[in-house]
C-alpha cells in the first residue's frame, strides 16, 4: 500500500522527494496512437542483491536504518509513515504483492487464489481463497472477520474510525464467508477494478473491529501478527524496533534469526556503516542533504578555526552532496544500489495565479521545458540514466507507459507564448504582456541538492524561451501546510507516489476543485489547481474497467487531457540509493516492491 496525501516527509525527499472538451474551451486533440512503451530500457526502478535461498545461511541478524521508530504499525493512521509500512510487510499479511514493476500478483503464502465475477455481471463479487495454514500469531486462522473489519474502519462510513480512507473500501457492500472458513466472498456495490489493491496489509480484527481498537496507536504489546517475523521488541526512548522469526510461520523459514530497525537520522548514516553499525540504510536523503562544512570564526592568533557555537546548521550544496556519495561508494565493504524509485517527480502549475490562470501559457511553459535536460542535471550526478518522464500516472518501466507529452501541442514555445500575447523584446529577454513581464516563482524544497540542480536546470531552460523564474525555497515542515496547500507559489518541484493501482492512487492530484462549504474551492490535494469533469469521469471509468487493455487507454486519454489541461510537467523519477553491506542478500533499492524478508540474510561463504 502506498499513502498517496503527499506529507512535508515526501515533500522533502523530492527529489531526494461525459466526454465533452476541456473546461478551458481548449478543442481536445485526438489521443495519439500508442508507441513503444519504454522511454529508455534502462529506466530501473529497484535494485535489488538477488536473494537465491540456497545460498544464504541461516542465522545471524540484519540491522536496517529507518529515520525513527515509527508512532504506528498500523499505516492507515495519520501518524504511519513509509517505515510504518516498511516494518508492516515483516509482520502482517498482504493478499497480493507488487513486483519490481508494480504488477500486483497472489502472495501464496496468504492466498491460495482469487477471482472477480465476468466482467459486466452485477454485482461484482470477489471470491478469496485463504491460506488454509495461514494464522494469527496467537493461533487463529485468517478469516473472513478479518477482512470486513478492516472494510468497516477504512470504508468512512463511520467517522468514529480516524485515519486515511484508501479507495475500494467504500465499494465494498459486504464481506461474508464462503463455502468454508477460508473462502471469503466481498460483493461490491459498485465495479471496482483495482480490488487486488485492497488488503495489503491486513490486520487482524482485534485491533480494527471497533473504533476504540482501530484508533489506538499500533506499536509494542500482545498485538497479533502473521508475518514471517513477530515483534520482539518496540523501543521508542532507544530508537530500536526487533523482529524475530515467528515460531507459527508456516511459509519458507526465515533465513535470518532477528531484524533489527535502528533510528538512525541521514546524517549519521554513513558515519554508521562506516564503523560496521548498519547493514542496510537507505542513503537517497544522506547524499541530497548532505550539508556543507559549517561557517568558522577565526581570530588572529587563537590557533585552529572552530565552527561557530549555535550557528544554523548549513543548507545542502550540490559538491556537498557530490562528496558524500563519493564517500558512500567508498565505503569498505559497502555496495550503493540505485535506481529509479517509485515516485514521479514533477513541476506543478499553479492555475490560479496569474498569468497561469491562462491554459495556453501552461500549455507553452509544458512544451519550453526541456525534460531530458532537466533529468541530465538531476540524474547524473548521482550516476542514474537521464530518463525523462513524459506521462503523469505511470513510471517509466510499468507495462503501458507512453510519453503522451505531445498532447501539450507544438513543440515551439516561443509561437505559443507569442499568440497569448506574450511578446519578447528585440535582442531576447524576459517576455511581457500588457507591461507586466512574464516572471515565475518557482517553489523548492530547502536544503535539497537534487532540487537545487533541478530548480537551476528549469531557470536555465525556461529563460531560453523567455520566461523569468525565481527559486524560492522552503522548509520541510512548512513545504506542504503554508505553501502548496495554501496556493502560495506559481511554479512548484516535489515528488508524488507511483503505485499499481493508477486510477485510484492518482486522481486526487488531478481531481477537479470543487466549491466547500463557504463556497470557495477546495483543491484537496490537486495543488495545480486544475481540472475538467472530463478528466474526473475517465479516472472514474477506468476504476471501474475490469479489461486491463481498456483499463489501461481510459488512463491514457485522463494523461493526455492532463497535458492539455497544462496542470504540470512530469520531470523524472525520484532517485532512490540505499547502502548494503556486502553478503547481505535480497536487500537493496527496491522500487515498486516489498523486501521478502523471510529471504533477507547473510550469504554463505564461498
Excluded at 496512437?33 to 522511454?39: F, G, M, S, T
Excluded at 477460508?182 to 461490491?188: D, I, S
Amino acid at each position: 500500500m502506498r499513502v498517496r496525501q503527499l506529507t512535508a516527509a515526501a515533500a522533502a525527499l523530492l527529489i531526494a522527494a461525459g466526454l465533452g472538451g476541456c473546461s478551458d474551451g481548449h478543442t481536445p486533440a485526438r489521443t495519439p496512437a500508442p508507441v513503444p512503451v519504454r522511454a529508455d530500457p534502462t529506466a530501473r526502478t529497484g535494485d535489488v542483491t538477488p536473494a537465491d535461498r540456497t545460498a544464504v545461511r541461516a542465522g545471524g541478524t540484519l540491522r536496517w536504518a529507518v529515520d525513527r521508530t515509527p508512532a504506528t504499525l498500523n499505516v492507515y493512521q495519520g501518524a504511519a509513515t513509509a517505515d510504518s509500512a516498511l516494518i508492516a510487510h515483516a509482520l502482517y499479511p498482504s493478499l497480493f504483492r507488487p513486483d519490481e514493476h508494480g504488477r500486483l500478483a497472489p502472495d501464496p503464502d496468504y492466498l491460495a487464489g482469487a477471482e472477480s465475477t465476468p466482467p459486466g455481471q452485477q454485482p461484482q463479487v470477489v471470491t478469496y481463497r485463504l491460506n488454509p495454514r495461514a494464522v494469527w500469531s496467537d493461533g487463529t486462522p485468517l478469516r473472513a472477520a478479518d477482512l470486513a473489519a478492516q472494510r468497516a474502519a477504512l470504508s468512512g462510513l463511520d467517522p468514529a474510525y480516524r485515519g486515511g480512507h484508501p479507495a475500494g473500501y467504500d465499494a465494498i457492500d459486504s464481506i461474508t464467508q464462503g463455502a468454508d472458513p477460508h473462502e471469503v466472498r466481498v460483493t461490491f456495490r459498485r465495479p471496482y477494478a483495482e480490488w487486488r489493491s485492497l488488503f495489503a496489509p491486513l490486520y487482524p480484527a482485534a485491533d480494527t473491529a471497533t473504533p476504540d481498537a482501530f484508533n489506538r496507536a499500533l506499536t509494542g504489546g500482545t498485538h497479533p501478527s502473521a508475518g514471517p517475523y513477530n515483534l520482539s521488541r518496540y523501543d521508542t526512548e532507544g530508537g530500536r524496533v526487533s523482529l524475530e522469526r515467528n515460531p507459527r510461520w508456516w511459509g519458507d523459514v526465515p533465513k535470518t534469526d532477528r531484524i533489527d530497525f535502528l533510528s538512525t537520522q541521514p546524517e549519521q548514516r554513513l558515519d554508521a556503516l562506516d564503523r560496521n553499525r548498519l547493514d542496510i540504510a537507505p542513503l537517497t536523503t544522506a547524499v541530497d542533504r548532505a550539508a556543507a562544512p559549517a561557517p568558522t570564526t577565526a581570530t588572529p592568533g587563537a590557533g585552529p578555526t572552530t565552527a561557530t557555537p549555535g550557528a544554523a546548521p548549513p543548507a545542502a550544496a550540490p559538491e556537498a552532496s557530490a562528496q558524500a556519495l563519493r564517500r558512500a561508494q567508498a565505503l569498505p565493504g559497502i555496495t550503493v544500489h540505485r535506481a529509479a524509485a517509485a515516485s514521479l517527480t514533477q513541476l506543478t502549475v499553479n492555475a490560479a495565479r496569474t498569468p497561469l490562470t491562462d491554459p495556453a501559457v501552461r500549455r507553452a511553459l509544458a512544451r519550453a521545458v526541456d525534460r531530458r535536460r532537466i533529468a541530465e542535471a538531476a540524474l547524473t550526478p548521482l550516476g542514474l540514466p537521464a530518463v525523462p518522464l513524459g506521462n503523469h500516472l505511470l513510471a517509466a518501466d510499468q507495462d503501458g507507459y507512453r510519453d503522451n507529452s505531445a498532447a501539450a501541442g507544438p513543440p515551439d514555445a516561443a509561437r505559443q507564448l507569442d499568440e497569448a500575447g506574450w511578446k519578447r523584446p528585440p535582442g531576447g529577454g524576459t517576455r511581457t504582456k500588457d507591461g507586466r513581464e512574464l516572471a515565475l516563482t518557482l517553489l523548492v524544497p530547502a536544503g535539497s541538492a537534487t532540487a537545487k540542480r533541478t530548480a537551476d536546470a528549469l531557470t536555465a531552460v525556461l529563460a531560453e524561451s523567455g520566461i523569468a523564474v525565481s527559486p524560492v525555497t522552503a522548509p520541510a515542515e512548512t513545504f506542504v501546510r503554508d505553501r502548496l496547500a495554501a496556493g502560495d507559489y506559481d511554479l512548484a518541484l516535489f515528488s508524488w507516489p507511483a503505485g499499481p493501482s493508477p486510477a485510484s492512487e492518482q486522481r486526487p492530484a488531478y481531481a477537479k476543485p470543487r466549491p466547500d462549504l463557504d463556497g470557495a474551492l477546495d483543491p484537496g490535494t490537486n495543488y495545480g489547481r486544475s481540472g475538467t469533469d472530463e478528466i474526473d469521469r475517465l479516472f472514474d471509468r477506468a476504476g471501474a474497467e475490469p479489461d486491463p487493455a481498456a483499463r489501461l487507454d481510459l488512463l491514457q486519454q485522463a494523461d493526455v487531457r492532463i497535458w492539455q489541461l497544462g496542470h504540470s510537467v512530469p520531470l523524472y523519477q525520484r532517485p532512490e540509493l540505499v547502502g548494503v553491506r556486502n553478503g547481505v542478500t535480497g536487500a537493496g533499492a527496491f522500487g515498486f516492491a516489498w523486501p521478502r524478508f523471510q529471504d533477507l540474510g547473510w550469504a554463505r561463504a564461498s
